[in-house]
């Protein structure tokens, strides 16, 4: 099935540590995303891309950065990672422009803990 | 930006009750309005979704409103089931130059839970 992957799917990091979360998609989609998601705040964006050479920052994208490697491949770092980067880390993929409306479809997520 | 309040942040039910869930918006121009579907431990999944055009649309036991006039829209599950126990979020889609409907805002989420 075509489908949404994270790696690593969990991950206890130290305050100072560079970190990179990894999100491959088999879907065939232009349209890569970024969320965090922290309990009472929803799903935030921090970076997106719609294509390989489209990279642009979300709401919340001060502390990490992203790399587009590929269509399928869209990587998430934390240079220097921080306590309050503790979080559930989504990618999500979609079909783009074409027609109105949307759909993301969210990989499995990453839980993240910097102590 | 946008700006997507949703509301409340927890909702208990009896199985078989209706439960309402609310959100509004800021931005006028957004013109696409999706709920998904998070359940414990999973990914969230795209369950309605309403375009602007549109007032009202209907999915078996889930329906979404829409009232651009107001700016708020609403996701209504009639009969509830224990499965239904979930977070729930809404999110809004503004244009954003050629690149339209692909970036959402959500709302805070719902945790709604189904007492049999």
């Known amino acids: 099935d075509a489908d949404v992957t994270q790696t690593p799917r969990n991950r206890i990091t130290k305050t100072g540590k560079r970190i990179m979360l990894e999100c491959s998609q088999t879907k065939g989609h232009d349209r890569m995303y970024w969320y965090r998601q922290d309990p009472g705040l929803g799903l935030r964006l921090i970076y997106y891309?719609?294509?390989?050479?489209?990279?642009n920052k979300g709401e919340i994208s001060d502390g990490y950065s992203v790399s587009r490697q590929a269509q399928a491949k869209f990587s998430l770092s934390l240079e220097s990672a921080i306590p309050n980067q503790t979080a559930l880390y989504f990618c999500?993929?979609?079909?783009?422009?074409?027609?109105?409306?949307?759909?993301?479809?969210f990989g499995p997520g990453t839980r993240l803990t910097v102590l | 930006g946008e700006n997507v309040e949703q509301h409340p942040s927890t909702l208990s039910v009896q199985e078989g009750d209706s439960a309402v869930i609310k959100c509004t918006y800021s931005d006028s121009a957004s013109n696409y309005f999706p709920w998904y579907k998070q359940e414990l431990g999973k990914r969230p999944q795209l369950i309605i979704d309403i375009r602007s055009n549109v007032g009202e649309k209907k999915d078996q036991r889930i329906a979404v409103t829409l009232n651009k006039t107001a700016k708020h829209f609403s996701l209504h599950i009639t009969e509830t089931q224990p499965e239904d126990s979930a977070v729930y979020f809404c999110?809004?889609?503004?244009?954003?130059?050629?690149?339209?409907?692909?970036?959402?805002?959500f709302g805070q989420g719902t945790i709604l839970t189904v007492h049999p």
């Open positions: 999110a809004a889609s503004t244009n954003a130059g050629g690149t339209s409907y692909g970036k959402l805002t």
């Open positions: 891309s719609f294509d390989v050479k489209d990279i």
């Open positions: 999500a993929t979609s079909v783009g422009a074409a027609t109105r409306g949307d759909t993301q479809y």
